[in-house]
């Protein structure tokens, strides 16, 4: 379902996203430039590092989690399926992690008109494109890992976060404190995009991970106003004055006096930072909408 001059943001075919409008026609993302496949990267090379052994590090924890947690609960109920499935996704970006779990029969036996039990099924979704490092990973899986404790142990399928996600959060937090596991309801290991950028009206915020929004070329979807960039913050253009550079001079000497130990980079930073809150408070309405919508899409709960 591609809409011609349009372009989605977030999610695949999720029309309750916003979109970004191509100003110009054509409607594709313009091409991001190519990167030198020879430039040394540490920052690449240990990513490559993780890249190679985070499947069998999401594995081992998850096991891990369920001995200490669950007594191996849900190892158990998910072993006819063949136990809980680690799926990594390219094309989850609303979320870093989703737990998905359904009950089923047996089928062949049914045929046979054999009796059958429940079986237990299980996956927890990673996206590929957020969990970068281990202590990402570890979160991101106890996060999942207590929606299913929820389902599957407490019998909770139509509240995600409520009482029961808390108890097994807590549970995670308290048992693994010490290898910086923290369980909440909210996501604070949330994607951290390199690029954002935010509608000048709105302030709705669009987040990429490469550099892939033309400002020239793409205006807000909700409300087809400009956008600017807000991170990395761009250096300032030949002639116009963007509404983010005002707040710059505004705020840049204040901001510089209450940081004096800090760098210009650091300064500017926070500087950014405090732009996109300002922003953020000014679009809380719409973005409360939104918010509540990608925390739906944390999890999928199909009970049958
Ligand atoms: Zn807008
Ligand atoms: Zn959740």
Same mark, same amino acid.
């Given at each position: 379902?591609?809409?011609?001059?349009?372009?989605?943001?977030?999610?695949?075919?999720?029309?309750?996203?916003?979109?970004?409008?191509?100003?110009? #026609?054509?409607?594709?993302?313009?091409?991001?430039?190519?990167?030198?496949?020879?430039?040394?990267?540490?920052?690449?090379?240990?990513?490559?590092?993780?890249?190679?052994?985070?499947?069998?590090?999401?594995?081992?924890?998850?096991?891990?989690?369920?001995?200490?947690?669950?007594?191996?609960?849900?190892?158990?109920?998910?072993? #006819?399926?063949?136990?809980?499935?680690?799926?990594?996704?390219?094309?989850?970006?609303?979320?870093?992690?989703?737990?998905?779990?359904?009950?089923?029969?047996?089928?062949?036996?049914?045929?046979?008109?054999?009796?059958?039990?429940?079986?237990?099924?299980?996956?927890?979704?990673?996206?590929?494109?957020?969990?970068?490092? #281990?202590?990402?990973?570890?979160?991101?899986?106890?996060?999942?890992?207590?929606?299913?404790?929820?389902?599957?142990?407490?019998?909770?399928?139509?509240?995600?976060?409520?009482?029961?996600?808390?108890?097994? /959060?807590?549970?995670?937090?308290?048992?693994?404190?010490?290898?910086?596991?923290?369980?909440?309801?909210?996501?604070?290991?949330?994607?951290?995009?390199?690029?954002?950028?935010?509608?000048?009206?709105?302030?709705?915020?669009?987040?990429?991970?490469?550099?892939?929004?033309?400002?020239?070329?793409?205006?807000? /979807?909700?409300?087809?106003?400009?956008?600017?960039?807000?991170?990395?913050?761009?250096?300032?253009?030949?002639?116009?004055?963007?509404?983010?550079?005002?707040?710059?001079? +505004?705020?840049?000497?204040?901001?510089?006096? +209450?940081?004096?130990?800090?760098?210009?980079?650091?300064?500017?930073?926070?500087?950014?930072?405090?732009?996109?809150?300002?922003?953020?408070?000014?679009?809380?309405?719409?973005?409360?909408?939104?918010?509540?919508?990608?925390?739906?899409?944390?999890?999928?709960?199909?009970?049958?």
């Amino acid at each position: 379902m591609t809409l011609p001059n349009f372009l989605h943001v977030g999610e695949n075919g999720n029309p309750s996203q916003p979109l970004i409008v191509d100003i110009n #026609a054509g409607g594709l993302d313009p091409p991001s430039p190519k990167k030198s496949p020879h430039k040394q990267d540490p920052q690449r090379a240990a990513r490559r590092a993780f890249d190679l052994i985070k499947h069998r590090l999401a594995e081992q924890w998850l096991q891990e989690l369920d001995d200490k947690i669950c007594a191996g609960k849900i190892a158990a109920k998910t072993k #006819a399926t063949g136990g809980v499935k680690i799926v990594w996704s390219k094309n989850l970006q609303v979320t870093a992690g989703r737990a998905r779990w359904r009950k089923d029969l047996d089928k062949n036996k049914i045929s046979r008109g054999e009796e059958t039990e429940e079986r237990h099924v299980a996956s927890i979704e990673l996206a590929e494109k957020v969990i970068d490092d #281990a202590d990402r990973l570890r979160n991101v899986v106890a996060h999942e890992f207590c929606h299913l404790a929820t389902y599957m142990v407490s019998g909770v399928k139509n509240n995600p976060h409520g009482k029961e996600f808390k108890y097994w /959060g807590s549970q995670c937090s308290k048992a693994f404190r010490d290898q910086n596991i923290i369980v909440t309801t909210k996501h604070s290991y949330e994607i951290s995009y390199k690029y954002i950028w935010e509608c000048v009206e709105c302030g709705y915020e669009y987040k990429r991970q490469s550099k892939s929004v033309d400002i020239n070329r793409h205006s807000c /979807g909700i409300c087809k106003a400009r956008l600017v960039q807000t991170k990395p913050v761009p250096r300032a253009a030949s002639g116009k004055v963007s509404e983010y550079q005002l707040f710059v001079k +505004e705020n840049f000497r204040r901001l510089k006096a +209450e940081h004096s130990n800090l760098t210009h980079g650091e300064v500017m930073e926070k500087m950014g930072k405090l732009y996109r809150e300002r922003k953020k408070e000014a679009a809380v309405t719409q973005r409360s909408n939104i918010d509540a919508l990608t925390h739906q899409l944390d999890v999928v709960v199909l009970d049958d």
